[in-house]
Nanobody, 119 residues
Framework: VQLVESGGGLVQAGGSLRLSCAAS????????MAWYRQAPGKQRELVAH???????NYADSVKGRFTISRDNAKNTVCLQMNSLKPEDTAVYYC??????????????WGQGTQVTVSS
């Protein structure tokens, strides 16, 4: 299983970043996909998830600013992050999991990519 994130970096508050996660076809085709993040000293939190049928859900803290999408032809899931705030600073992780009865269950993890938002 391989999930490889890219696109992190340093951006000023109010700016945008786009994270990408390339997955192996065997996992991508049968998984719901998600992005998590973990800030220093905090627990890892679910930022957004996307089911195989295209349903999405977002953490309240990012609604209206972040958009998750998947490209089935490229086995890629992306997270477009706009209007970034310093509190969005974290390591962002791609996840391939399962969505069942309204709950996202985490599965395989990527290595993470750092996002830093300066004020």
């Amino acid at each position: 299983v391989q999930l490889v994130e890219s696109g992190g970096g340093l951006v000023q508050a109010g700016g945008s970043l786009r994270l990408s996660c390339a997955a192996s076809e065997s996992i991508f085709s049968r998984s719901a996909m998600a992005w998590y993040r973990q800030a220093p000293g905090k627990q890892r939190e679910l930022v957004a998830h996307l089911t195989r049928t295209g349903s999405t859900n977002y953490a309240d803290s990012v609604k209206g600013r972040f958009t998750i999408s998947r490209d089935n032809a490229k086995n890629t899931v992306c997270l477009q992050m706009n209007s970034l705030k310093p509190e969005d600073t974290a390591v962002y992780y791609c996840n391939a999991g399962t969505y069942y009865n309204g709950i996202y269950y985490s599965g395989f993890w990527g290595q993470g990519t750092q996002v830093t938002v300066s004020s």
